[in-house]
Protein backbone atom coordinates (compact mmCIF):
# COMPACT_ATOMS: atom_id res chain seq x y z
CA UNK A 1 0.00 0.00 0.00
CA UNK A 2 1.41 3.61 -0.41
CA UNK A 3 2.32 5.35 2.37
CA UNK A 4 0.56 8.87 2.74
CA UNK A 5 1.41 11.63 4.40
CA UNK A 6 -0.31 13.84 6.91
CA UNK A 7 -0.23 16.29 10.12
CA UNK A 8 -2.05 15.90 13.01
CA UNK A 9 -5.63 17.93 13.29
CA UNK A 10 -7.06 19.41 10.38
CA UNK A 11 -10.27 18.33 8.23
CA UNK A 12 -11.62 15.64 6.20
CA UNK A 13 -13.54 17.05 3.09
CA UNK A 14 -13.34 13.57 1.18
CA UNK A 15 -17.04 13.93 0.74
CA UNK A 16 -16.75 17.91 -0.53
CA UNK A 17 -13.64 17.39 -2.95
CA UNK A 18 -16.02 16.76 -6.19
CA UNK A 19 -17.17 20.60 -6.02
CA UNK A 20 -13.14 20.79 -7.05
CA UNK A 21 -12.78 18.95 -9.32
CA UNK A 22 -9.66 19.19 -11.73
CA UNK A 23 -10.78 20.38 -14.93
CA UNK A 24 -9.54 21.46 -18.50
CA UNK A 25 -8.62 25.56 -18.41
CA UNK A 26 -10.96 28.37 -20.31
CA UNK A 27 -9.50 31.38 -21.34
CA UNK A 28 -11.61 34.30 -20.82
CA UNK A 29 -11.55 36.70 -23.32
CA UNK A 30 -9.16 39.93 -22.74
CA UNK A 31 -11.61 42.83 -20.92
CA UNK A 32 -11.82 45.99 -22.56
CA UNK A 33 -10.07 47.35 -19.39
CA UNK A 34 -7.53 46.02 -16.63
CA UNK A 35 -6.86 47.34 -13.02
CA UNK A 36 -3.48 46.33 -11.89
CA UNK A 37 -2.82 46.93 -8.20
CA UNK A 38 0.66 48.10 -7.45
CA UNK A 39 1.11 45.52 -4.37
CA UNK A 40 0.17 42.04 -4.99
CA UNK A 41 3.24 40.83 -3.01
CA UNK A 42 4.60 41.39 0.68
CA UNK A 43 6.77 44.13 0.84
CA UNK A 44 6.45 47.57 -0.55
CA UNK A 45 4.45 48.33 -3.20
CA UNK A 46 5.88 48.64 -6.59
CA UNK A 47 7.48 51.65 -8.09
CA UNK A 48 5.45 53.26 -11.30
CA UNK A 49 7.50 52.94 -14.83
CA UNK A 50 4.55 54.36 -16.82
CA UNK A 51 3.19 57.74 -17.14
CA UNK A 52 -0.67 58.90 -18.02
CA UNK A 53 -1.65 58.42 -21.41
CA UNK A 54 1.53 56.03 -22.64
CA UNK A 55 0.68 53.13 -24.77
CA UNK A 56 2.15 49.19 -23.38
CA UNK A 57 2.24 45.92 -24.52
CA UNK A 58 1.21 42.89 -22.98
CA UNK A 59 3.98 41.51 -20.28
CA UNK A 60 6.02 44.81 -20.24
CA UNK A 61 6.79 46.06 -17.12
CA UNK A 62 4.55 49.19 -15.60
CA UNK A 63 6.27 49.28 -12.09
CA UNK A 64 9.36 47.57 -10.87
CA UNK A 65 10.45 46.19 -7.25
CA UNK A 66 11.34 48.76 -4.75
CA UNK A 67 13.27 46.47 -2.11
CA UNK A 68 13.34 43.80 -0.58
CA UNK A 69 9.85 41.91 -1.09
CA UNK A 70 8.91 43.39 -3.75
CA UNK A 71 7.95 42.38 -6.88
CA UNK A 72 7.98 43.65 -10.39
CA UNK A 73 4.63 44.28 -12.37
CA UNK A 74 3.57 43.74 -15.73
CA UNK A 75 0.80 44.61 -17.91
CA UNK A 76 -1.75 41.90 -19.15
CA UNK A 77 -3.02 43.55 -22.15
CA UNK A 78 -1.62 45.79 -24.53
CA UNK A 79 -3.32 49.39 -24.72
CA UNK A 80 -3.08 52.89 -22.96
CA UNK A 81 -2.61 53.63 -19.38
CA UNK A 82 -5.92 55.32 -18.70
CA UNK A 83 -5.52 56.33 -14.45
CA UNK A 84 -2.81 55.63 -11.86
CA UNK A 85 -4.76 55.96 -8.93
CA UNK A 86 -5.72 54.68 -5.75
CA UNK A 87 -8.58 51.95 -6.66
CA UNK A 88 -10.46 48.95 -5.50
CA UNK A 89 -9.03 46.55 -3.61
CA UNK A 90 -10.15 43.04 -2.39
CA UNK A 91 -9.14 43.76 0.23
CA UNK A 92 -11.89 46.54 0.94
CA UNK A 93 -9.37 49.50 0.82
CA UNK A 94 -8.12 51.15 -2.04
CA UNK A 95 -4.89 50.41 -3.65
CA UNK A 96 -2.40 52.24 -5.59
CA UNK A 97 -3.24 50.76 -9.46
CA UNK A 98 -2.89 51.01 -13.10
CA UNK A 99 -5.53 51.47 -15.74
CA UNK A 100 -4.89 50.37 -19.21
CA UNK A 101 -7.51 50.64 -21.89
CA UNK A 102 -7.26 47.17 -24.40
CA UNK A 103 -6.57 48.86 -27.72
CA UNK A 104 -7.23 44.41 -28.49
CA UNK A 105 -4.27 44.38 -30.53
CA UNK A 106 -2.21 42.16 -27.78
CA UNK A 107 0.63 42.93 -29.17
CA UNK A 108 3.36 41.14 -26.86
CA UNK A 109 6.65 43.25 -25.45
CA UNK A 110 10.07 41.83 -26.50
CA UNK A 111 11.98 43.43 -24.17
CA UNK A 112 12.79 40.22 -21.79
CA UNK A 113 15.71 38.13 -21.53
CA UNK A 114 15.67 34.47 -22.31
CA UNK A 115 18.32 31.74 -21.52
CA UNK A 116 19.18 29.33 -24.43
CA UNK A 117 20.19 26.56 -21.91
CA UNK A 118 19.04 26.84 -17.75
CA UNK A 119 21.12 24.31 -17.04
CA UNK A 120 23.79 27.11 -17.20
CA UNK A 121 22.32 29.44 -14.95
CA UNK A 122 23.87 30.51 -11.63
CA UNK A 123 21.48 30.57 -8.96
CA UNK A 124 21.47 34.15 -8.99
CA UNK A 125 20.39 34.41 -12.52
CA UNK A 126 17.37 32.11 -11.76
CA UNK A 127 16.50 34.80 -8.94
CA UNK A 128 17.09 37.12 -11.77
CA UNK A 129 14.79 35.78 -14.13
CA UNK A 130 11.97 34.96 -11.25
CA UNK A 131 12.42 38.67 -10.17
CA UNK A 132 11.73 40.53 -13.68
CA UNK A 133 9.05 38.06 -14.37
CA UNK A 134 7.21 38.98 -11.22
CA UNK A 135 6.86 35.58 -10.11
CA UNK A 136 5.53 34.48 -6.31
CA UNK A 137 7.10 31.72 -4.34
CA UNK A 138 3.42 30.83 -3.32
CA UNK A 139 0.01 32.56 -4.62
CA UNK A 140 -1.88 32.25 -1.45
CA UNK A 141 1.11 33.82 0.67
CA UNK A 142 2.36 36.69 -1.70
CA UNK A 143 6.21 35.84 -1.46
CA UNK A 144 8.22 36.92 -4.16
CA UNK A 145 10.20 33.80 -5.96
CA UNK A 146 13.34 35.81 -6.71
CA UNK A 147 13.64 37.24 -2.91
CA UNK A 148 12.96 33.37 -1.89
CA UNK A 149 15.54 32.33 -3.85
CA UNK A 150 17.40 34.14 -2.94
CA UNK A 151 17.58 33.04 0.81
CA UNK A 152 19.34 30.25 -0.50
CA UNK A 153 22.19 31.25 -2.48
CA UNK A 154 24.33 31.51 0.87
CA UNK A 155 23.19 28.28 2.51
CA UNK A 156 21.63 25.43 0.26
CA UNK A 157 18.13 23.85 0.76
CA UNK A 158 18.52 20.58 2.42
CA UNK A 159 14.87 19.86 1.07
CA UNK A 160 12.55 21.26 -1.70
CA UNK A 161 9.06 20.27 -2.31
CA UNK A 162 6.84 21.00 -4.76
CA UNK A 163 3.60 21.47 -3.31
CA UNK A 164 0.40 20.37 -5.87
CA UNK A 165 -2.20 20.13 -2.98
CA UNK A 166 -5.24 21.27 -2.91
CA UNK A 167 -7.60 20.88 -0.08
CA UNK A 168 -10.37 23.54 0.05
CA UNK A 169 -13.50 22.86 -1.60
CA UNK A 170 -13.98 26.08 -3.95
CA UNK A 171 -10.23 25.25 -4.78
CA UNK A 172 -8.76 23.54 -8.16
CA UNK A 173 -6.36 26.05 -10.29
CA UNK A 174 -3.48 24.49 -8.73
CA UNK A 175 -3.58 21.21 -9.84
CA UNK A 176 -5.00 22.00 -13.13
CA UNK A 177 -2.57 23.56 -14.32
CA UNK A 178 0.23 20.86 -13.00
CA UNK A 179 -2.07 18.62 -15.25
CA UNK A 180 -2.68 20.87 -17.87
CA UNK A 181 1.37 21.69 -18.19
CA UNK A 182 3.05 18.87 -16.24
CA UNK A 183 6.72 17.94 -18.40
CA UNK A 184 6.97 22.37 -17.81
CA UNK A 185 6.37 22.11 -14.44
CA UNK A 186 8.67 19.37 -13.58
CA UNK A 187 10.92 21.39 -15.60
CA UNK A 188 10.41 24.36 -13.58
CA UNK A 189 10.91 22.37 -10.39
CA UNK A 190 14.36 21.57 -12.18
CA UNK A 191 15.14 24.98 -12.67
CA UNK A 192 14.14 25.72 -8.73
CA UNK A 193 16.31 22.70 -7.16
CA UNK A 194 19.25 24.27 -9.52
CA UNK A 195 19.35 27.36 -7.57
CA UNK A 196 18.39 26.28 -4.31
CA UNK A 197 21.16 23.65 -4.36
CA UNK A 198 18.72 21.10 -3.11
CA UNK A 199 20.02 16.95 -2.80
CA UNK A 200 16.43 16.28 -3.95
CA UNK A 201 12.98 17.42 -5.02
CA UNK A 202 10.10 15.59 -4.17
CA UNK A 203 6.42 16.69 -5.45
CA UNK A 204 4.03 16.42 -3.15
CA UNK A 205 0.28 15.40 -4.44
CA UNK A 206 -3.03 14.16 -2.99
CA UNK A 207 -4.06 11.05 -3.16
CA UNK A 208 -6.99 11.35 -5.05
CA UNK A 209 -4.99 12.91 -7.63
CA UNK A 210 -3.35 9.57 -9.45
CA UNK A 211 -3.30 10.51 -12.59
CA UNK A 212 -1.07 13.26 -11.96
CA UNK A 213 1.20 11.53 -10.25
CA UNK A 214 1.47 9.01 -12.74
CA UNK A 215 1.89 11.86 -15.15
CA UNK A 216 5.18 13.52 -12.81
CA UNK A 217 6.75 9.97 -12.52
CA UNK A 218 6.37 8.91 -16.22
CA UNK A 219 8.35 12.32 -16.64
CA UNK A 220 10.81 11.64 -13.79
CA UNK A 221 11.52 7.72 -15.50
CA UNK A 222 11.76 9.14 -19.00
CA UNK A 223 14.89 11.45 -18.48
CA UNK A 224 16.66 9.74 -14.83
CA UNK A 225 19.92 12.10 -15.87
CA UNK A 226 18.03 15.45 -15.75
CA UNK A 227 15.67 14.18 -12.75
CA UNK A 228 18.00 12.27 -10.48
CA UNK A 229 16.71 12.66 -6.95
CA UNK A 230 13.44 13.36 -7.96
CA UNK A 231 10.45 11.91 -6.67
CA UNK A 232 6.71 12.03 -6.02
CA UNK A 233 5.05 11.82 -2.07
CA UNK A 234 1.15 11.16 -1.72
CA UNK A 235 -0.26 13.04 0.91
CA UNK A 236 -3.65 12.87 2.33
CA UNK A 237 -6.65 14.30 1.43
CA UNK A 238 -6.83 16.88 4.77
CA UNK A 239 -7.95 20.45 4.57
CA UNK A 240 -5.76 22.14 5.32
CA UNK A 241 -2.86 20.44 3.41
CA UNK A 242 -1.93 22.67 1.41
CA UNK A 243 -0.39 25.57 3.19
CA UNK A 244 3.86 24.75 3.13
CA UNK A 245 4.39 24.55 6.53
CA UNK A 246 1.93 21.70 6.84
CA UNK A 247 3.76 20.24 3.61
CA UNK A 248 7.33 20.21 5.60
CA UNK A 249 5.67 18.97 8.84
CA UNK A 250 3.58 15.63 7.14
CA UNK A 251 6.94 15.60 4.93
CA UNK A 252 9.79 15.67 7.94
CA UNK A 253 7.87 14.78 10.61
CA UNK A 254 8.80 17.32 13.06
CA UNK A 255 7.68 20.60 14.65
CA UNK A 256 8.54 23.47 12.49
CA UNK A 257 7.01 27.26 12.69
CA UNK A 258 6.22 28.94 9.60
CA UNK A 259 8.99 31.16 10.50
CA UNK A 260 11.52 28.67 10.68
CA UNK A 261 11.34 26.72 7.01
CA UNK A 262 14.64 28.70 5.38
CA UNK A 263 16.27 28.63 8.25
CA UNK A 264 15.53 24.61 8.70
CA UNK A 265 17.13 24.94 4.93
CA UNK A 266 13.34 24.09 3.80
CA UNK A 267 12.19 24.98 0.33
CA UNK A 268 8.10 24.42 -0.73
CA UNK A 269 6.82 25.95 -3.83
CA UNK A 270 3.47 26.05 -5.86
CA UNK A 271 3.07 24.21 -8.96
CA UNK A 272 2.21 28.03 -10.18
CA UNK A 273 6.05 28.90 -9.63
CA UNK A 274 7.32 26.07 -11.37
CA UNK A 275 5.09 27.01 -14.26
CA UNK A 276 5.84 30.64 -14.31
CA UNK A 277 9.66 29.97 -13.91
CA UNK A 278 9.39 27.77 -16.72
CA UNK A 279 8.04 30.55 -19.11
CA UNK A 280 10.11 33.07 -18.03
CA UNK A 281 13.47 31.33 -18.48
CA UNK A 282 12.30 29.96 -21.90
CA UNK A 283 10.37 32.45 -23.22
CA UNK A 284 10.38 34.97 -21.80
CA UNK A 285 7.03 35.62 -20.45
CA UNK A 286 5.83 37.72 -17.10
CA UNK A 287 3.42 36.27 -15.09
CA UNK A 288 0.51 38.42 -16.07
CA UNK A 289 -2.51 35.67 -16.70
CA UNK A 290 -3.20 32.81 -14.25
CA UNK A 291 -6.02 30.19 -13.70
CA UNK A 292 -8.85 30.92 -10.96
CA UNK A 293 -11.42 28.68 -10.14
CA UNK A 294 -15.16 29.73 -10.27
CA UNK A 295 -17.73 28.06 -8.32
CA UNK A 296 -20.77 28.32 -6.09
CA UNK A 297 -24.40 29.56 -6.08
CA UNK A 298 -25.81 31.35 -8.99
CA UNK A 299 -22.88 30.38 -11.39
CA UNK A 300 -23.71 28.61 -14.50
CA UNK A 301 -20.59 27.70 -15.52
CA UNK A 302 -18.40 26.75 -12.77
CA UNK A 303 -14.72 25.53 -13.53
CA UNK A 304 -11.39 26.79 -14.28
CA UNK A 305 -10.37 29.93 -15.81
CA UNK A 306 -7.54 31.49 -17.25
CA UNK A 307 -7.61 35.08 -16.77
CA UNK A 308 -5.94 38.53 -17.21
CA UNK A 309 -4.32 39.87 -14.30
CA UNK A 310 -6.30 43.04 -13.69
CA UNK A 311 -9.88 41.39 -14.98
CA UNK A 312 -12.50 42.87 -12.63
CA UNK A 313 -14.39 39.77 -10.83
CA UNK A 314 -17.69 41.25 -12.08
CA UNK A 315 -16.45 40.93 -15.55
CA UNK A 316 -15.18 37.31 -14.72
CA UNK A 317 -18.58 36.32 -13.06
CA UNK A 318 -20.25 37.31 -16.42
CA UNK A 319 -18.08 35.31 -18.40
CA UNK A 320 -19.32 32.17 -16.31
CA UNK A 321 -22.90 32.66 -16.42
CA UNK A 322 -23.18 34.59 -12.78
CA UNK A 323 -27.27 34.84 -12.19
CA UNK A 324 -26.97 36.51 -8.80
CA UNK A 325 -30.31 35.81 -6.75
CA UNK A 326 -32.07 37.14 -3.65
CA UNK A 327 -30.03 34.36 -1.90
CA UNK A 328 -26.84 35.50 -2.88
CA UNK A 329 -25.19 36.42 0.07
CA UNK A 330 -21.63 36.69 -0.16
CA UNK A 331 -18.73 36.43 -3.09
CA UNK A 332 -15.46 35.66 -1.82
CA UNK A 333 -11.99 35.45 -2.89
CA UNK A 334 -9.31 32.58 -1.85
CA UNK A 335 -11.51 29.92 -1.15
CA UNK A 336 -14.08 28.77 1.13
CA UNK A 337 -11.98 28.32 4.07
CA UNK A 338 -9.64 31.04 3.73
CA UNK A 339 -11.53 33.23 1.79
CA UNK A 340 -12.60 36.88 2.16
CA UNK A 341 -15.86 38.02 1.22
CA UNK A 342 -16.06 41.05 -1.51
CA UNK A 343 -17.86 44.45 -0.65
CA UNK A 344 -17.89 44.95 -4.09
CA UNK A 345 -17.24 43.20 -7.64
CA UNK A 346 -15.76 45.88 -9.78
CA UNK A 347 -12.36 44.94 -7.66
CA UNK A 348 -9.55 43.08 -9.74
CA UNK A 349 -8.04 39.65 -9.94
CA UNK A 350 -4.70 39.68 -8.75
CA UNK A 351 -1.13 37.34 -8.90
CA UNK A 352 -3.03 35.68 -5.37
CA UNK A 353 -6.91 35.50 -6.69
CA UNK A 354 -7.11 31.31 -6.28
CA UNK A 355 -10.49 31.22 -7.04
CA UNK A 356 -13.75 33.04 -6.22
CA UNK A 357 -17.03 31.28 -4.85
CA UNK A 358 -20.34 32.49 -4.32
CA UNK A 359 -21.65 31.56 -1.44
CA UNK A 360 -26.03 31.80 -0.59
CA UNK A 361 -28.38 31.68 2.34
CA UNK A 362 -27.51 27.68 2.86
CA UNK A 363 -23.94 28.71 4.11
CA UNK A 364 -24.11 28.77 8.03
CA UNK A 365 -25.14 31.57 9.55
CA UNK A 366 -22.25 33.33 11.31
CA UNK A 367 -24.45 34.10 14.66
CA UNK A 368 -21.46 34.05 17.78
CA UNK A 369 -22.34 32.84 20.78
CA UNK A 370 -20.67 31.87 24.14
CA UNK A 371 -17.62 29.23 23.86
CA UNK A 372 -19.24 25.98 25.61
CA UNK A 373 -15.68 25.10 26.14
CA UNK A 374 -15.74 21.50 23.53
CA UNK A 375 -12.02 21.90 22.66
CA UNK A 376 -13.18 20.73 18.80
CA UNK A 377 -11.40 23.82 18.06
CA UNK A 378 -8.24 22.69 19.88
CA UNK A 379 -8.74 19.15 18.07
CA UNK A 380 -8.35 20.03 14.69
CA UNK A 381 -5.96 22.94 15.07
CA UNK A 382 -2.46 21.96 12.60
CA UNK A 383 -0.60 24.26 14.51
CA UNK A 384 -1.78 23.05 18.00
CA UNK A 385 -2.59 25.79 19.52
CA UNK A 386 -5.85 26.08 21.94
CA UNK A 387 -8.06 28.94 19.98
CA UNK A 388 -10.72 29.18 22.41
CA UNK A 389 -7.97 29.84 24.91
CA UNK A 390 -6.57 32.65 23.12
CA UNK A 391 -10.25 34.04 21.91
CA UNK A 392 -11.30 33.84 26.05
CA UNK A 393 -7.91 35.91 27.09
CA UNK A 394 -8.76 38.61 24.46
CA UNK A 395 -12.18 38.92 25.40
CA UNK A 396 -11.03 39.61 29.09
CA UNK A 397 -8.49 41.99 27.08
CA UNK A 398 -5.34 40.26 29.29
CA UNK A 399 -3.23 40.27 25.99
CA UNK A 400 -0.22 38.87 28.20
CA UNK A 401 -1.86 35.81 28.72
CA UNK A 402 -3.00 35.54 24.76
CA UNK A 403 0.46 35.46 24.08
CA UNK A 404 1.52 32.50 26.16
CA UNK A 405 -0.73 30.63 23.84
CA UNK A 406 1.33 31.57 20.88
CA UNK A 407 -0.80 32.85 18.26
CA UNK A 408 1.44 34.62 16.21
CA UNK A 409 1.92 31.03 15.40
CA UNK A 410 -1.28 30.78 13.42
CA UNK A 411 -1.60 29.96 9.87
CA UNK A 412 -5.41 31.16 9.70
CA UNK A 413 -6.65 28.26 7.82
CA UNK A 414 -10.36 28.88 9.43
CA UNK A 415 -10.32 25.12 10.94
CA UNK A 416 -11.04 26.12 14.42
CA UNK A 417 -13.85 28.04 13.34
CA UNK A 418 -15.42 25.85 10.75
CA UNK A 419 -15.60 23.50 13.68
CA UNK A 420 -17.28 25.76 16.59
CA UNK A 421 -20.79 24.65 17.06
CA UNK A 422 -21.41 28.57 18.70
CA UNK A 423 -19.54 30.49 15.65
CA UNK A 424 -17.09 32.18 18.03
CA UNK A 425 -15.30 34.63 15.81
CA UNK A 426 -11.73 32.87 16.10
CA UNK A 427 -9.64 34.70 13.44
CA UNK A 428 -11.16 37.65 14.49
CA UNK A 429 -9.64 37.15 18.13
CA UNK A 430 -6.35 35.14 16.95
CA UNK A 431 -5.47 38.03 14.36
CA UNK A 432 -6.29 40.64 16.88
CA UNK A 433 -4.19 38.89 19.66
CA UNK A 434 -1.29 37.93 16.95
CA UNK A 435 -1.23 42.19 16.26
CA UNK A 436 -1.64 43.14 20.01
CA UNK A 437 0.65 41.20 22.14
CA UNK A 438 4.22 41.19 22.37
CA UNK A 439 4.34 38.23 20.01
CA UNK A 440 3.45 39.93 17.37
CA UNK A 441 3.39 37.80 13.97
CA UNK A 442 6.53 39.13 11.84
CA UNK A 443 6.09 39.46 8.56
CA UNK A 444 7.89 36.45 7.25
CA UNK A 445 9.03 36.68 3.74
CA UNK A 446 10.68 33.00 3.43
CA UNK A 447 8.02 30.78 4.85
S1 LIG B 1 -15.02 25.04 19.33
FE1 LIG B 1 -16.04 26.95 19.90
S2 LIG B 1 -17.35 26.40 21.61
FE2 LIG B 1 -15.85 24.72 21.38
S3 LIG B 1 -14.13 25.29 22.74
FE3 LIG B 1 -13.66 26.11 20.73
S4 LIG B 1 -14.45 28.22 20.80
FE4 LIG B 1 -15.41 27.12 22.45
S1 LIG C 1 -5.81 28.51 15.53
FE1 LIG C 1 -5.03 29.14 13.52
S2 LIG C 1 -3.88 27.37 12.79
FE2 LIG C 1 -5.20 26.65 14.47
S3 LIG C 1 -7.08 25.91 13.43
FE3 LIG C 1 -7.43 28.05 14.02
S4 LIG C 1 -6.87 29.23 12.20
FE4 LIG C 1 -5.96 27.18 11.94
Known sequence: MTKRYTFSGGLDFSS??????????????APAVVTVPLSMHHGKPARILVRLGEYVKKGQPIADADGRGSCNVHSSVSGRVSAIDSLPHHSGRLEQSIRIENNGLDSSWDGARLSSDWRECAPDEVAAFARDAGILADDRCGVPLGFFLD???????????INLCESDPAESARRSLAVARTADMVAGAAIIRKATGAPSCIFC???????????????LESNTDMYTGFSVATMKNRFPQDIDVLIARA???REIRSCSLAENGIAVVGSEACVNLFDAVMKGQAFCERLVSVSGAGIVNPGVY???????????????????SDDTVK????GLM???AL??????VTRETTSIIVLDKSFPAEQEEWCIRCGACSDVCPMRLTPERIAASVRRRDFSSAAEFHPDYCIMCGACAYVCPSRVNLLNYIGFAAHTTASVKKVDYVR
Not at 306 to 324: D, N, Q
Open 16 to 29: ELNRSAVSASTAVP
Open 251 to 253: MLK
Open 331 to 334: VAVG
Open 205 to 219: ISESDRDLSASVNQI
Open 306 to 324: SVRIGTSVAYLLSVCGFRP
Open 151 to 161: AFVSHKAENLF
Open 338 to 340: RGT
Open 343 to 348: SELDVP
